[in-house]
């Protein structure tokens, strides 16, 4: 039964460990897009679709065709 407590302590110690490496990392900047901003304006705006008369569905014929 001991060792379940000591696994469990080790794992929370791994746990806050890369926690603390993950803030860190976030605060210096690791994870910032430096790129994106710069090669914005090189992309074409999105095409926006005209919105146009709703139109009505084509009714549907069943037909049904018996073979003898």
Not at 9 to 28: C, E, N
Request: charged share 25%; hydrophobic share 45%.
């Amino acid at each position: 039964m001991s060792i379940i407590y000591m696994l469990l302590a080790i794992s929370v110690v791994v746990a806050l460990v890369f926690f603390v490496a993950f803030i860190v990392s976030v605060k210096k900047g690791q994870y910032d897009d430096t790129y994106t901003p710069s090669v914005r304006m090189l992309f074409d705006d999105e095409l926006v679709k005209e919105k146009s008369a709703p139109t009505t569905p084509e009714p549907i014929e069943k037909s049904i065709q018996i073979k003898e």
